[in-house]
């Protein structure tokens, strides 16, 4: 990792359901850090829920209120960022990330991400005959991006509680001066 990053932030990139949203908000109060979330800060922005935008304006429309706000996102300090699980596939948003925050993929196999979101049916990307044949195959296309991040932590058997420490640790590893 380079000494001239700068990690004034911790950003959580990685496929839906693999607890971005609960992770990172117990690892906001580890590290005494805001909590935000790029899915909500969006549907509050719009007034109006992710399922609804990709209904209504499609995703690029999506892509681009996801891209204005990493860079919006670039001035800040102390916050853990979760992402949207589409957000580090543009590989503008990863160096805009990259500018700011360390970045931290959480990473479990696709059945694991089956069994926590088949029963949940707001995710757009989702809404397919084939669910876990539709996980693998974006998850598969999506690998090379997440690979990107500068630490990579397997939730398959970790806790929520056990992997925000895990990168609590990590974090206070590459910034020792904090
Ligand atoms: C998406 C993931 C969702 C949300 C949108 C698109 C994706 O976020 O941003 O439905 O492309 O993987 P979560 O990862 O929080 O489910």
């Known amino acids: 990792m380079s000494d001239l990053r700068s990690h004034r ?9 693999v607890g971005k949203t609960t992770v990172g908000s117990l690892l906001a109060q580890l590290l005494h850090f805001d909590f935000l979330d790029t899915d909500k800060l969006i549907e509050q922005r719009q007034g109006r829920k992710i399922s609804e935008i990709f209904a209504t304006d499609g995703e690029p429309f999506f892509r681009k209120l996801e891209s204005d706000l990493c860079t919006e996102l670039e001035g800040e300090s102390n916050k853990v960022i979760a992402t949207g699980g589409g957000l580090a596939v543009n590989p503008a948003n990863l160096d805009s990330l990259r500018r700011h925050a360390l ?7 696709p059945e694991t991400i089956y069994s926590r979101v088949h029963h949940q049916g707001h995710r757009p990307l989702l809404q397919h005959p084939d669910p876990l044949g539709r996980i693998r195959e974006l998850l598969a296309s999506r690998t090379p991006a997440y690979k ?4 990579i932590v397997g939730v398959d058997f970790r806790s929520p509680a056990e992997t925000a420490r895990y990168i609590a640790s990590s974090y206070r590893h590459v910034t020792p001066t904090k």
């Not at 970045?103 to 196999?109: K, N, Q």
């Open 9 to 17: 932030s911790v950003a959580l990139i990685g496929f839906m359901g």
């Open 103 to 109: 970045i931290v993929c959480l990473w479990a196999t």
């Open 148 to 151: 990107q991040a500068d630490v």
